[in-house]
């Protein structure tokens, strides 16, 4: 992954700041290794062969519209022109390292948004994959005992079944240190739950979550869940305002099984949230059924993609549907 920042200028002065991330999926030894019919391996072909090359405006690493932030000295329409600009510089430089872009993709806005970026990117296919599931926290709620009690009987008692079921396991907030003293551990943790993803465009590096908390410090939580002293999982979340970002976990499944470890993982994020005063959990994709039996809610999400080939792009709608993952699930309504 390559990393680039766009800076968007009036006057020398700042007013519109963008991410973009380049990903070289020819390094990648695996897409995900969950499911295995003819439908993945004709997906892992394609994406090798055509698609190899992508150019993401956004947070492939975060879910929401982490794209671009703008003041209010500059519009939504200037602003989304100047970064289209911006981006066929950039696919430019890309061009004379040798490095074509095959895909670019805008991803993650809510419907709102993407109504408005339609009208800019009308050249682009308008796709939608798996929601975001958010968590709205209500102002009432001061405690997670606060979370129980609203919750009907059914899911309350599940919530107790669980809180049993992880009796004997130590939760730490883990230090930079502490995170590099269990460095591997985490790592294959980490890729354990990852591989087994139906569909990855990237891998964590294994001094990945150190680094990120050098950065980001306090903002950057890492919570290492511990049976007889040995790391049998790890949560990590992202405080991003008034909002809680989930990042990613890793658990060792056989334990996680028996003792419900992510389902109180997640009642441990809902718990951290509430005592905090945080108005939201983005709780991101993947695991959508589980995450709504917590109360977490969908929200769809829209992205643009366009093909540098003008034959394939011409049939990017079908293609995309094609190889895009099926997800089957129910949504759960676990509130009184």
Same mark, same amino acid.
């Given at each position: 992954? +390559?990393?680039?920042?766009?800076?968007?200028?009036?006057?020398?002065?700042?007013?519109?700041?963008?991410?973009?991330?380049?990903?070289?999926?020819?390094?990648?030894?695996?897409?995900?290794?969950?499911?295995?019919?003819?439908?993945?391996?004709?997906?892992?072909?394609?994406?090798?062969?055509?698609?190899?090359?992508?150019?993401?405006?956004?947070?492939?690493?975060?879910?929401? +519209?982490?794209?671009?932030?703008?003041?209010?000295?500059?519009?939504?329409?200037?602003?989304?022109?100047?970064?289209?600009?911006?981006?066929?510089?950039?696919?430019?430089?890309?061009?004379?390292?040798?490095?074509?872009?095959?895909?670019?993709?805008?991803?993650?806005?809510?419907?709102?948004?993407?109504?408005?970026?339609?009208?800019?990117?009308?050249?682009?296919?308008?796709?939608?994959?798996?929601?975001?599931?958010?968590?709205?926290?209500?102002?009432?709620?001061?405690?997670?005992?606060?979370?129980?009690?609203?919750?009907?009987?059914?899911?309350?008692?599940?919530?107790?079944?669980?809180?049993?079921?992880?009796?004997?396991?130590?939760?730490?907030?883990?230090?930079?240190?502490?995170?590099?003293?269990?460095?591997?551990?985490?790592?294959?943790?980490?890729?354990?739950?990852?591989?087994?993803?139906?569909?990855?465009?990237?891998?964590?590096?294994?001094?990945?979550?150190?680094?990120?908390?050098?950065?980001?410090?306090?903002?950057?939580?890492?919570?290492?869940?511990?049976?007889?002293?040995?790391?049998?999982?790890?949560?990590?979340?992202?405080?991003?305002?008034?909002?809680?970002?989930?990042?990613?976990?890793?658990?060792?499944?056989?334990? +996680?099984?028996?003792?419900?470890?992510?389902?109180?993982?997640?009642?441990?994020?809902?718990?951290?949230?509430?005592?905090?005063?945080?108005?939201?959990?983005?709780?991101?994709?993947?695991?959508?059924?589980?995450?709504?039996?917590?109360?977490?809610?969908?929200?769809?999400?829209?992205?643009?993609?366009?093909?540098?080939?003008?034959?394939?792009?011409?049939?990017?709608?079908?293609?995309?549907?094609?190889?895009?993952?099926?997800?089957?699930?129910?949504?759960?309504?676990?509130?009184?």
């Amino acid at each position: 992954m +390559q990393c680039h920042y766009i800076g968007i200028f009036t006057d020398n002065e700042l007013v519109g700041i963008a991410l973009t991330q380049f990903l070289n999926l020819n390094l990648l030894n695996s897409f995900g290794e969950r499911d295995h019919s003819v439908k993945t391996s004709v997906r892992n072909f394609v994406f090798k062969n055509y698609c190899s090359h992508v150019l993401f405006i956004g947070n492939n690493m975060l879910t929401g +519209q982490n794209a671009f932030v703008y003041s209010n000295k500059i519009g939504f329409t200037e602003t989304l022109n100047t970064l289209m600009s911006a981006v066929e510089e950039l696919k430019a430089q890309f061009k004379q390292r040798n490095q074509k872009i095959h895909l670019t993709v805008y991803k993650d806005f809510d419907k709102n948004t993407s109504n408005y970026i339609s009208n800019s990117l009308k050249d682009f296919y308008k796709f939608t994959t798996q929601p975001n599931m958010l968590f709205k926290i209500p102002k009432e709620w001061k405690t997670e005992l606060d979370y129980v009690n609203a919750l009907n009987k059914k899911y309350r008692d599940q919530y107790k079944r669980a809180r049993k079921k992880i009796i004997g396991i130590e939760k730490k907030k883990l230090s930079c240190e502490e995170i590099k003293h269990h460095e591997k551990t985490i790592h294959e943790l980490y890729h354990h739950v990852a591989k087994n993803a139906p569909f990855n465009t990237f891998f964590l590096t294994e001094n990945h979550f150190c680094e990120f908390k050098k950065i980001i410090g306090d903002d950057f939580l890492f919570y290492g869940y511990f049976l007889n002293d040995k790391m049998i999982g790890f949560n990590t979340l992202v405080k991003n305002s008034k909002a809680m970002d989930t990042y990613f976990l890793g658990y060792d499944d056989t334990i +996680q099984r028996e003792k419900m470890l992510y389902l109180n993982m997640l009642y441990d994020m809902i718990g951290y949230s509430i005592k905090k005063e945080f108005n939201e959990i983005v709780f991101a994709r993947t695991a959508l059924e589980i995450k709504s039996s917590v109360g977490a809610k969908p929200e769809k999400m829209f992205g643009f993609i366009k093909h540098s080939n003008w034959f394939i792009d011409f049939f990017i709608g079908k293609i995309f549907c094609y190889l895009e993952p099926e997800t089957l699930w129910k949504e759960r309504n676990p509130f009184k």
